[in-house]
Nanobody, 119 residues
Framework: QVQLVESGGGLVQPGGSLRLSCAAS????????MGWYRQAPGKERELVAT???????NYVDSVKGRFTISRDGAKNLIYLQMNSLKPEDTAVYYC?????????????WGQGTQVTVSS
């Protein structure tokens, strides 16, 4: 059972920056994929960015060039650096960890952190 705790959300003006952090309860070197998802009011949860244990990254088109996902194995943390924020980035951001297995994968979620982009 992996426990995840997000932090770093808040209120920021359009064009501003925030860095989200996700702390894992165990070594992230043993977690195959970690990622950030977000859910805006009235919308489904969507993938924002993922990073594998081999540091391969993937981003949704709407955040490419603005957001950067990274990991610190020594601290068991992953980050989401968000620059040039837009009002449409407003959402609750969730951290997710996936351990690949057979016959099923195991997914773990954090409780979420609110990001509000508004003037």
């Amino acid at each position: 059972q992996v426990q995840l705790v997000e932090s770093g959300g808040g209120l920021v003006q359009p064009g501003g920056s925030l860095r989200l952090s996700c702390a894992a309860s165990e070594s992230i070197s043993r977690i195959n994929v970690m990622g950030w998802y977000r859910q805006a009011p009235g919308k489904e949860r969507e993938l924002v960015a993922t990073i594998t244990s081999g540091t391969f990254t993937n981003y949704v088109d709407s955040v490419k060039g603005r957001f950067t996902i990274s990991r610190d194995g020594a601290k068991n943390l992953i980050y989401l650096q968000m620059n040039s924020l837009k009002p449409e980035d407003t959402a609750v951001y969730y951290c997710k960890a996936t351990q690949l297995g057979w016959p099923r994968n195991y997914d773990y979620w954090g409780q979420g952190t609110q990001v509000t982009v508004s003037s």
